[in-house]
């Protein structure tokens, strides 16, 4: 593999398992340092990640690759794991939890924000509401996600739709979980959402 199948400087990392031994492959071969932000931080959760499943059950002896860039688009002829895949083309790209699921800790700069206001108010005093604010930065479904979610329809038929931009109006917004968030906070006492 070399960098002319991935131009953005991310390159698949090799993972190797024998015993109580990972071995993984030079990361400023993988992450290209001269690119700023590509820290390969990625790699580096999931290998923290691996190792504390592999304390918790023994896994058996590996070999596999992961990629660390947000778009896997190069064709590999094994599997690779990746955060981040093309749903037009897959290929041999298998999804893995995003970082901050692999490592709650990459979040501590939000952790103290959100422990500061939360230590405001004594948790006796809190009213009982869920409040959500936020952008609708997400494509509308292909489905009726309230069916999907009553297993009238399968899953799968909510992604069904690949769109280049994802276009916003009156009808589709409501097709998206957070335009149906917002909506069902008029109705549903205790739910406050909101866009800002």
Known sequence: VGSREFPDGIRPCR?????????TCNLTWACDPTIEGND??????????????????RLPDLDFFVFAGERATAPSSVPIFARHRIR?????????????????E?????????????????????QPVLRWRGS??????????????????????????VRETC????????????????????FIEGVDAKWT
Request: aromatic share 10%.
């Open 136 to 161: 609708n930065s997400n494509c509308p479904a292909s489905c009726v996600l309230k069916a999907a979610a009553q297993r009238q329809v399968p899953w799968q038929d909510c992604a069904v739709t």
């Open 88 to 104: 037009e083309s897959p290929g041999n790209y298998l999804l893995l939890p995003q970082e901050w699921q692999l490592r709650p």
């Open 40 to 57: 390969c931080s990625y790699i580096k959760s999931f290998r923290h990640s691996l190792l504390t499943i592999h304390r918790l059950r």
């Open 15 to 23: 993972f190797r398992l024998r015993g109580d031994i990972l071995e």
């Open 167 to 186: 276009l916003l109006n009156h009808s589709s917004w409501l097709k998206t979980p957070r335009g149906l968030l917002v909506f069902l906070s008029q």
């Open 106 to 126: 990459q979040l501590q700069k939000y952790r103290g924000i959100i422990d500061r206001f939360a230590g405001q108010v004594a948790w006796e005093d809190r």
